[in-house]
Structure formats: C-alpha cells, structure tokens
C-alpha cells in the first residue's frame, strides 16, 4: 500500500504534465505560411548561405514574406522557376556561380618546407608558420574544402584541390573552408583565370613554385581588351571587361592562367 499512492502520484502528475504541454502548443502555437513550406520542401537543402540568408528554413520564411526567389544559387534556375510558381510572382534568372581554386601548385611544381606531424586538416596545418607548402599561398591539400561540399564538386589531386565546374553548384562552403582563402565564386560563363595569387616577387615565386606567377606583365600586353593587370605581384583578370579570347593564357611563361 505505501509504494501504491506514490506511484498514483506520479501517473498523475505525468498526465497533467500531458495535459499541460497539449493546451500550451495549442494556445502558444505558431501559424507558418504554407507557401514557406513549399518553398522549403524544393530547396536543395545545403543550408549554405549563399541566398544570404541563414540556411534553407530562413530562407523560405524570407521568401514567403517577399524577399526574392532567385536568391538559392545551389538550386538554379529549376528551383527558382518551382519557387515562382508557389509565389505567383514572375520568373527571376539565378546568375550561376562556380568556385574557382587559385592555385595549380601540385606535386610536381612545388614542395614543401616542413614535414607536418599532427592533426590533418588545412586549418591545423595553417596555423604552424603559415602552413607547410613551400609556397606561403599555397593550397596545402588535405581537403577540407573536399569535407565541406555537399555535392562532391571538390577534389584534392596531385597535391592541389581541382574543382569539376560539372558539379560545382555555387555553394561557397568550399571558400569558407579554406584557411588560405585561395576559392572565389565567379560567374558561371566566365572562362578564364589566374591559378595563383602568390604576393611574392618574381624571383621569390619561381623558388617556391614553378607555376606561379611571376608578374611579368605578358598577359597584360597581350590582353586585347586591357582585361588583366598585375597587382601585388600577380595578374588578376577584370571580368567585366574580359571576352575569353585566351590572349592571356596562350602568352604566359609559367602557364599560370588557364582556360577553364
């Protein structure tokens, strides 16, 4: 009898406990837009950022309360054609985007100036002296841009991380994972690039790698169209002004710039 009236005891407190929580959700309940559950349900779901919002979910509120619907780059134009039909509001174009990796320093161009025994991660790796590639702006290798993209866009070949522009989604996790910010995100159509950005001077470049830039300013004389500039030692191309004619790539010395 004395273990009976305990164990009534808290039956009921739990079904009280039950009640309670019931008549909270209800009365406390928050109504969602079904339109931002449509949304939600064609995202591709990477939570990336890349719409500018925090993930996915935050994104489709935003949507449902007017923000545009061209905004997820990793869904393209299928998903902003689905959200423009759930919204009602005319179709808006996504300008793709794929990442770009400035540097082509594989094994057989450079190599390193310390062997690294610890945590094998680009991060860690960066954080001893700059990192242990005998190029300071070097890509190190161990693939975490690989870890974070979640369409398998990203690879470490040879050395130096490639990305395949068939998978490449626009994401930008691989950028915000690279600890020597050597990833941009460019325009889909844009064609050609500089695969370094080394700041060293010529001299200092070649030691380090042999297919860095050296600033020699070729490309820019060649450049029909005054697209491509040398700055802090290495060219960088002005894509609104580049055509893709691939003057550049075809006169440079070290084969830096490449058409992709």
């Given at each position: 009898?004395?273990?009976?009236?305990?164990?009534?005891?808290?039956i009921c407190?739990?079904?009280?406990?039950g009640?309670?929580?019931?008549?909270?959700?209800?009365?406390?309940?928050?109504?969602?837009?079904?339109?931002?559950?449509?949304v939600?349900?064609?995202?591709?779901?990477a939570?990336?950022?890349?719409?500018?919002?925090?993930?996915c979910?935050?994104?489709?509120?935003?949507?449902?309360n007017?923000?545009?619907?061209?905004a997820?780059?990793?869904?393209?134009?299928?998903?902003?054609?689905?959200?423009?039909?759930?919204?009602?509001?005319?179709?808006?174009?996504?300008?793709?985007?794929v990442?770009?990796?400035?540097c082509s320093?594989?094994?057989?161009?450079t190599?390193k100036?310390y062997?690294?025994?610890?945590?094998?991660?680009c991060?860690a790796?960066?954080?001893?002296?700059g990192?242990n590639?005998a190029?300071?702006?070097g890509?190190?290798?161990?693939?975490?841009c690989?870890?974070?993209?979640?369409?398998?866009?990203?690879?470490?070949?040879d050395?130096?991380?490639?990305?395949?522009?068939?998978?490449?989604?626009g994401?930008?996790?691989c950028?915000?994972?690279c600890?020597?910010?050597?990833i941009?995100?460019?325009a889909?159509?844009?064609?050609?690039?500089?695969?370094c950005?080394?700041?060293?001077?010529?001299?200092?470049?070649?030691?380090?790698?042999k297919?860095?830039c050296?600033g020699?300013?070729?490309?820019?004389?060649?450049?029909?169209?005054?697209?491509?500039?040398v700055?802090?030692?290495?060219?960088?191309?002005?894509?609104?002004?580049?055509?893709?004619?691939?003057?550049?790539a075809?006169g440079?010395?070290?084969?830096?710039?490449?058409?992709l």
């Amino acid at each position: 009898m004395e273990y009976i009236i305990p164990i009534v005891l808290f039956i009921c407190l739990g079904l009280l406990a039950g009640v309670l929580l019931t008549v909270f959700s209800r009365v406390f309940a928050v109504e969602q837009d079904e339109r931002a559950v449509k949304v939600r349900e064609v995202l591709p779901g990477a939570n990336c950022g890349a719409c500018g919002f925090a993930g996915c979910d935050a994104y489709a509120e935003a949507v449902a309360n007017g923000a545009k619907t061209n905004a997820c780059i990793p869904g393209g134009d299928s998903v902003s054609r689905q959200i423009s039909a759930i919204m009602g509001s005319a179709y808006e174009d996504v300008a793709e985007q794929v990442a770009v990796v400035h540097c082509s320093g594989t094994c057989g161009v450079t190599g390193k100036k310390y062997e690294y025994a610890g945590e094998m991660t680009c991060d860690a790796v960066s954080r001893l002296y700059g990192g242990n590639g005998a190029c300071p702006s070097g890509c190190i290798g161990l693939g975490d841009c690989v870890k974070a993209c979640p369409f398998g866009a990203i690879s470490v070949k040879d050395g130096a991380a490639v990305v395949d522009r068939s998978l490449c989604t626009g994401c930008g996790l691989c950028a915000k994972a690279c600890p020597k910010h050597l990833i941009g995100l460019f325009a889909a159509e844009q064609r050609v690039e500089v695969l370094c950005q080394s700041p060293l001077n010529g001299k200092a470049t070649m030691a380090a790698c042999k297919a860095g830039c050296i600033g020699c300013k070729k490309c820019e004389r060649n450049c029909p169209s005054g697209a491509i500039h040398v700055q802090d030692n290495h060219a960088v191309i002005d894509h609104e002004k580049c055509t893709g004619c691939g003057a550049c790539a075809e006169g440079c010395p070290t084969h830096c710039i490449h058409l992709l």
